[in-house]
């Protein structure tokens, strides 16, 4: 499976922008998409995910309410609609990817993913 992110940029605090995921390669072998971060100086955070074969969606609490991840099978894209928009939310933004039958746990520990794509930045002015 690969995975290609897309959708960064510049925008002021309180704008939008919508990062997308797309896989490919052998996308059956998808569990679960998620979107992770990383500022300058910090460890990588957990953002948000999804399951590839249902909707079942997580959120980190620091955007829950401004975030949105979707997903379209169809196209075999994961997007992250990012509103409200914070100088805090200024990092390099990841997906990634668990593969079927790996083991489990919890969405937000990077550990789990075991694809990745390349970053893509996202930076918020104040």
């Known amino acids: 499976v690969q995975l290609q992110a897309s959708g960064g940029g510049l925008v002021q605090a309180g704008g939008s922008l919508r990062l997308s995921c797309a896989a490919s390669?052998?996308?059956?072998?998808?569990?679960?998409v998620g979107w992770f971060r990383q500022a300058a100086g910090k460890e990588r955070e957990f953002v948000s995910s999804?399951?590839?074969?249902?909707?079942?969606?997580y959120y980190a609490d620091s955007v829950k309410g401004r975030f949105t991840i979707s997903k379209d099978n169809a196209k075999n894209t994961v997007d992250l609609q990012m509103n409200s928009l914070e100088p805090e939310d200024t990092a390099v933004y990841y997906c990634?990817?668990?593969?079927?039958?790996?083991?489990?746990?919890?969405?937000?520990?990077?550990?789990?993913?075991?694809?990745w794509g390349q970053g893509t930045q996202v930076t918020v002015s104040s």
């Open positions: 999804i399951r590839w074969g249902w909707d079942r969606t």
């Open positions: 390669g052998r996308t059956s072998n998808i569990y679960s």
């Open positions: 990634a990817a668990i593969r079927r039958f790996s083991p489990l746990g919890d969405d937000s520990s990077p550990d789990l993913y075991q694809y």
